[in-house]
């Protein structure tokens, strides 16, 4: 059996090989804000794309490929399988071995062309081509989602009729952050400028 201290060396002197990947952070404001859905609609857009979901806890920590585990209904897991992804992965974390986690978790997307991660912490330590943040139509935003909001390159606002009070988008937005529209529970909106945008700004 292989021990974790060897995984955690091994994925440590591969993780540099996969910088080349597209890596794309899906984050959000709170929970429930939509963060799986806009990774299944990445997914079904973008061919190629492994998926690595992160689920925050404060007892263990586990790096998951299993497929049994992995497609267990109504997971969000599962959801990303469906929707295309190549290889999915589930990392639960505590946060303070993260990197090392992230780091075994792509070491598993050998031979794609990019992945999607779904959670804020992994955006800290990935680098990602490509920050989205997701916020509701309420315009709140939990404390610990403000850094990773600040960094957004695309901000996308779930609601049908826009944002309550805009400022709050104004005060998010650096010059080259872009804004999309999209009702995530129906799937409505400006999704083919989205995909469209995000297509072109990780293009090699």
Known sequence: MISPSFLHLT????????????????TGAHSSVGKTTLCSILLENLKGFGAIKFTKTSLYTSVIDDPDVIMQKD?????????????VVWVQSSGSDLEDDLSIAMSKMDGLKGVVVEGNSPANYLNPH??????GQDGQIKNSAREVSEMADIIIINSPEGIQDPSIIASLSQKSTQTFRIDLIKKQGEIDKFIAYTKKYIKD
């Open 75 to 87: 997971k969000d897991t599962a959801i990303m399988s469906q929707s295309g992804a190549e290889k």
């Open 11 to 26: 994925s440590r002197i591969l993780y540099p090989l996969f910088m080349s990947f597209k890596i794309i952070s899906v």
């Open 130 to 135: 490509l920050i989205i943040f997701i916020i």
